[in-house]
């Protein structure tokens, strides 16, 4: 459970400092009950909850990464998500925005670590090849820092696809043997925030999450909150009707393209893939990917990048892919039919031209879609 603490110091004083005023505050809270599927009376628990709570310290770390998931979290703004998780928590350490360096920077880390009670955050893949060699920081490899870190935490929350499933440093043929952090730690609760990159709303809410309850959020197979994704793109897609309805783009910047039809015919991933993108939005809820005209890839899930692609092409046939489907049964389906790939032809690549070859092929969804207007 998180401490409770009246004495030191109020987060909404300390709010007014950064010059969030009450009413801006309140809507945070109530926005982070919607991005947790919580009732709007929930706000005033999280409120409360970020008004009395100590703050837990947080190291962050990052391996071979593009700092994306740090740059998203940092430019959201209206208010600053950023100003108010980082008053929320106690950012001990994090390469990208501290200001100590060096032995000063290591120090700070290795205290709060000792102290334990922490959290990591992880961003980033960990490169295993060559003993480590690919990502050094202080003398010391990836893997090493993390085994660290990890002792006396109270959870390792990874955000964005390569720290969860090794992401796109770790594609065929992954070249520095790259891994997400599961396979890397065990006995520490792991939370997978996947996304390319990790939504900043999907970030804050589960810290509040923790900090309203006292305990980390429902997680999903793959390690992934509920409350973030445990609903498909496609069952919420505004461009569902049109789906339904059989209106869908054939070229892009056709007809349909204009009048914002199903991307499906496009490659969009959406059917498959398992995120609040189409609730919660980017860019403080401004747009989306399919809102902006473009297919869902699939980013936040396992090996997207190989069992995705080719990005373009419409999605293989997949049993028992219904409405009623769940993250974990598609996972099921998806690891029985990796590793029939790989068995039967031998890796990655086999299971790409798997996919291509059944590009003709008609799915349960593809036998679902009734004839687009106009006879295409
Ligand atoms: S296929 Fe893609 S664009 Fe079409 S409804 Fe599903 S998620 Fe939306
Ligand atoms: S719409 Fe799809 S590809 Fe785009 S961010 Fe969401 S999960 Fe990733």
Known sequence: MVDSVLSDGMVEERLDSIGVDRRTFLKFCATLAGVLALPPAYARNIAHALQTVRKPSLVWL????????????????????????????????????????????????????????????????????????????????????????????????????????????????????????????????????????????????TFVHYLTFGALPALDSERRPLFAYGARIHDNCPRRGHFDAGQFVSEWGDEGHQKGWCLYRMGCKGPQTFHNCPTVQWNDGTNWPIGAGHGCVGCSEPNFWD??????ARLPKVPGFGVETSADAIGLWLAGATAAAFAAHGGVKALQRRGEERKPARGRIEEQEPAPEGGK
């Open 307 to 312: 069992q995705m692609s080719p990005f373009y």
């Open 62 to 205: 990052e391996f071979q990464d593009c700092a994306g998931n740090t740059e998203s979290f940092l430019r959201a703004s209206n208010p600053s998500v950023a100003d108010l998780v980082l008053d929320i928590l106690s950012v001990d350490y994090h390469e990208t925005i501290m200001a100590a360096a060096g032995h000063q920077a290591e120090a700070a880390k290795d205290a709060t670590v000792a102290a334990g009670g922490h959290f990591v955050v992880v961003e980033g893949s960990i490169p295993r090849g060559q003993n480590g060699a690919y990502c050094t920081i202080g003398g010391k490899s990836a893997v090493q820092i993390l085994q660290e870190a990890a002792v006396g935490a109270v959870a390792i929350i990874n955000v964005g696809t390569c720290s969860s499933f090794g992401g796109i440093p770790a594609a065929s043929p992954n070249p520095t043997a790259a891994v997400g952090v599961s396979a890397v730690i065990s006995g520490v609760p792991i939370i997978n925030l996947p996304g390319c990159p990790a939504n900043a709303a999907n970030i804050t809410a």
